[in-house]
C-alpha cells in the first residue's frame, strides 16, 4: 500500500473516531428548532453528541429567558464508519408550561422578545404527567413485599438518565396501586445500590418478610445491563461495577433469582427497565471495548413462578425521555397501574392489559427517537397485576 493511500486511512479513521463537531441552532416552522451534534466513536459517538445537542438547545433557551421542551431526537452515523450524529428538535416554552405533546386548543400563544410564539401554561397536559392520587381505592395491608432498585449515577459508567426518578416514584405505586405495606419496600439508589446491598436485600432482608406460599413479591430495576458471557442470562450492573472485573462486580440475574425462590414465595414479579444490547440508554456504548453476545429474548431463562416485564427486547435500547422525564417502561408502567391499562373497567389490571397498554405507548414513544423498543412479558398474562 503506498504511503498516500495510508495517510489517508490514518486521517479517515482521525475523523471518524475521534471527529466532533456542533452545529449552530437552525429555526424551523411553528416555533421550533433544530441543533445537531456528531462525534466520533473514541469521543462518545451518539451518547456525547446526543448530550452535548441538548445542552446547547437548553442553553438556547435558558438566554430566551423559557425552558427547553424536547420534541424528538433523529441520529445519523454508523459505528466506525463514519462519525455518530443527534439532530434534537425542540421549543422553548413559558417557565411555567408543562410537558404536552401538541400545544392544546385552550393554550395561549404568546410572543417573546424575539417575536417567536410560544405556548403558554395549559390545563390539558395529563398525559405526560403521573399522577399517583388518581389510584383509589387503595389496597392495603396485602401479604407483598418489594425490592426497588435504581441506579443513575454510576462510579464507573455513564448515567443511565432518570434511573433514580423511576425507583422514588415507583415507591409510590407500589404502595398506593400494589398495596405494599411502606415497611415493607426497601429502596436502594446509587451508592446505596452496591454489588454488596443490593445482594443484601435478596438474601437477608428478603427472607423477613416472605411468608411461604403466601407472599407477593415484587422486584423493579432501573439502570444499566449487560448479558452474561454464556448468553443465557442477564446482568444488573450495581453502583461500583467494574469494567475489567465484570464477571466479579456485576450482578447475574440467577443470583437473585436463586435468592427470591430459597424464600419459596406466593408469586414474584419483576419490572426491569433496563437494555442489555450494549448500549446506554441514550445509545451509547455503554463498555468501550465489550465483547459483543448475540441473544434474544427467547434465549434468557426464567424460573417456571416468575412473570418478568421488560423494557425492550434484548437487542434494542430501552430508551429514556426528557419530555417524559423519566424511562420510557417505567413511565407508561405506572401510568397504566393508575387505571390506564384497565380496559375493560373492571377495577382489574391484569398482565396481558398491561402488556398491550405497554406495546401500543412505549412503541409509540421510542418512535419520536428515532427508536425501535418492543416490551417483552414472560409469564401468566391472565394474572392480576392491580386490583381497586
Known amino acids: 500500500m503506498k504511503k498516500t493511500q495510508i495517510g489517508f486511512l490514518v486521517a479517515f479513521n482521525i475523523v471518524v473516531l475521534m471527529g466532533c463537531k456542533t452545529l449552530d441552532i437552525s429555526k424551523g416552522a411553528n416555533s421550533t428548532y433544530a441543533v445537531s451534534a456528531q462525534y466520533g466513536s473514541l469521543n462518545g459517538g451518539w451518547e456525547r453528541a446526543s448530550q452535548e445537542a441538548m445542552q446547547k438547545a437548553s442553553s438556547f433557551c435558558e438566554k430566551k429567558g423559557r425552558k427547553l421542551f424536547f420534541i424528538n431526537e433523529k441520529r445519523d452515523g454508523i459505528v466506525g464508519w463514519s462519525s455518530q450524529a443527534s439532530i434534537i428538535s425542540f421549543r422553548c416554552e413559558d417557565i411555567d ?69 423511576d425507583a422514588h416514584k415507583f415507591y409510590e405505586y407500589a404502595y398506593r396501586a400494589l398495596g405494599i405495606p411502606k415497611d415493607r419496600i426497601k429502596t436502594l439508589t446509587d451508592a446505596d445500590a452496591d454489588q454488596a446491598a443490593v445482594l443484601k436485600s435478596f438474601r437477608n432482608w428478603l427472607p423477613l418478610y416472605v411468608n411461604k406460599n403466601k407472599t407477593e413479591v415484587f422486584v423493579f430495576y432501573s439502570g444499566h445491563g449487560l448479558p452474561s458471557p454464556d448468553g443465557k ?127 401500543d405507548n412505549v412503541q409509540r414513544q421510542a418512535m419520536s427517537l428515532n427508536r425501535k423498543q418492543i416490551p417483552q412479558v414472560v409469564g401468566d398474562t391472565n394474572r392480576v397485576l392491580v386490583s381497586r
Open 97 to 165: 408550561s408543562t410537558s404536552a405533546s401538541n400545544v392544546p386548543d385552550e393554550t395561549l400563544i404568546t410572543k417573546d422578545k424575539d417575536g417567536d410564539n410560544f405556548p403558554r401554561k395549559s390545563s390539558n397536559v395529563e398525559r405526560y404527567q403521573l399522577d399517583v392520587n388518581k389510584i383509589i381505592p387503595l389496597r392495603k395491608d396485602n401479604d407483598a413485599v418489594a425490592i426497588i432498585i435504581g441506579i443513575q449515577n454510576y462510579k464507573h459508567l455513564g448515567k443511565a438518565d432518570f434511573a433514580n426518578r
Open 233 to 359: 442470562s442477564l446482568y444488573f450492573l450495581p453502583y461500583g461495577v467494574d469494567q475489567d472485573l465484570l464477571d466479579e462486580t456485576a450482578i447475574d440475574q440467577r443470583k437473585i433469582f436463586s435468592a427470591i425462590q430459597a424464600t419459596q414465595p406466593k408469586s414474584v414479579t419483576m419490572f426491569i427497565d433496563s437494555c442489555y444490547s450494549g448500549l446506554s440508554k441514550t445509545g451509547g456504548i455503554l463498555l468501550a471495548g465489550a465483547r459483543p453476545v448475540t441473544l434474544k429474548t427467547s434465549d434468557i431463562e426464567y424460573p417456571a413462578e416468575f412473570t418478568v416485564m421488560t423494557a425492550s427486547s434484548a437487542d434494542q435500547i430501552s430508551s429514556s425521555s426528557t419530555e417524559l422525564q423519566h424511562g420510557i417502561f417505567s413511565f407508561y408502567l405506572m401510568k397504566g397501574m393508575e387505571g390506564n391499562a384497565d380496559f375493560d373497567r373492571d377495577g382489574k389490571i391484569t398482565i396481558g392489559e398491561m402488556q398491550k397498554f405497554l406495546l
